[in-house]
């Protein structure tokens, strides 16, 4: 494995192996890409199986679906319950050890991208990476009028709100950061932004499968937050939290990265965040799985939400470690798998506690619930923690 965390299939033989002789599926109970599309070639079994005649010359990887190879959100659910890595002693849990359909879909896009052969929604994001910084292909200046105009100074930068790559492009978490930012100020903690400054984390080229691009990346930020003397990053999304930690190795020692959830508990723990008015709504919190299963936070969020005066807080049936994709991982923004319906089912599981509200702690949770819940035609609110918070001060 190289310092960013890539592997081939060669070096993933030995966990394929173990996959491809016990074949018990019993990963598959909860795969949301596999409860979707009910097609076992796109379950943590079926990939693995895929990958391993792949890597034996059986089956050609160009010839592999796209719907196999992007079905994957990443979830890490198959990587926390596979009945293999579960065998394995605390101390070997390696990354590359554990069986997991997110790995064998990031190796198998990597080759896609090496070939030149993703789908077109994949190449223009990525294109659009490349030269304006963002997925979406609009101008850095954007970023540093909205910084600007929020009046949070970009030239101390001890900490910093890393607001990532769908800020403030995506109008939900524009709402989503704007609030926070509210929040941090109101705590009176002192914090920069950097607008276009900061880059993409690298998890969507990560996800997507453009290896160079994301070394790129975290070379990049790698360099600025050396040079800005950063101490504290403080993340809106858990894709980017969960990408700083597994692969930013320079970085980790002198810089303590937080999710904003974590932050904002302990602003509202020391009250330096007071609450003034209730919020009498029943509210379910879904688990992003960047911050849940892949990172264990779990705590914090409801902890904010249980603070809240008037908040009735229910909970789905798949919560915590066990909770259900929003399907908002992996590539799922640009390139969407004809028919996965994860969002929808996960709005529906929502739906069923209760709820008039859906509390999530991620900006991409926030897009995907909010689609959902409109499609299904549902009356439910979807917001964010932040959001929550910032009505009750
Ligand atoms: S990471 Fe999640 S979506 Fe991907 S194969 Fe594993 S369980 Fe399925
Ligand atoms: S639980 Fe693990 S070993 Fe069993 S089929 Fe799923 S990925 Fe393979």
């Not at 993703?118 to 850095?140: C, I, M, S, T």
């Not at 991620?362 to 009356?379: F, G, H, Q």
């Amino acid at each position: 494995m190289n310092k960013y965390g890539y592997i081939t299939l060669k070096d993933y033989e030995r966990a394929l192996l173990s996959c491809v002789v016990c074949h018990c599926g019993l990963c598959a109970a909860n795969c949301p890409a596999y409860i979707s599309l009910r097609d076992e070639a796109v379950s943590p079994r079926g990939l693995a199986h895929i990958a391993f005649n792949a890597l034996k010359g059986k089956i050609d990887p160009s010839e592999i679906p796209d719907k196999v190879i992007y079905a994957c959100t990443g979830c890490g659910w198959c990587e926390w319950d596979c009945s293999q890595n579960r065998l394995l002693p605390e101390n070997l849990r390696r990354r590359s050890l554990l069986i997991s359909g997110a790995t064998i879909t990031e190796i198998l896009r990597s080759m896609k991208v090496e070939k030149g052969e993703v789908p077109e929604q994949v190449a223009e994001a990525l294109n659009n990476l490349v030269k304006y910084g963002n997925p979406f292909g609009k101008p850095a200046k954007i970023k540093d009028d909205w910084v600007a105009s929020l009046g949070v100074q970009t030239n101390h930068a001890d900490v910093i709100l890393y607001v990532g790559s769908l800020v403030p492009y995506d109008e939900l978490a524009t709402k989503m950061a704007e609030a926070l930012v509210n929040l941090l100020k109101r705590a009176g903690l002192k914090f920069s932004m950097l607008g276009s400054i900061e880059r993409d984390s690298g998890a969507f080229a990560r996800a997507m499968g453009e290896e160079g691009l994301f070394m790129e990346l975290v070379d990049s930020n790698t360099e600025t937050f050396k040079k800005y003397g950063v101490k504290r990053i403080i993340c809106l999304s858990p894709h980017d939290y969960d990408v700083f930690l597994r692969y930013y190795d320079d970085i980790k020692k002198d810089i303590e990265i937080k999710h904003y959830t974590q932050v904002l508990w302990e602003l509202m723990e020391n009250n330096k965040i007071k609450l003034k008015r209730s919020y009498q709504k029943k509210v379910t919190y879904h688990d992003p799985c960047y911050l849940g299963r892949r990172n264990n936070i779990f705590d914090e969020p409801r902890n904010i939400l249980k603070k809240i005066p008037g908040l009735d807080l229910v909970e789905m049936k798949l919560t915590r470690e066990e909770a259900f994709c929003c399907g908002g991982g992996g590539t799922s923004l640009f390139y969407r798998v004809p028919e996965i319906d994860i969002d929808l089912r996960r709005a529906e599981q929502a739906k069923e506690t209760g709820a008039e509200v859906i509390a999530v702690a991620c900006p991409i949770c926030l897009r995907m619930l909010n689609d959902a819940v409109k499609s299904k035609s549902y009356e439910m609110e979807v917001t964010d923690i932040a959001q929550i918070v910032n009505e009750v001060i």
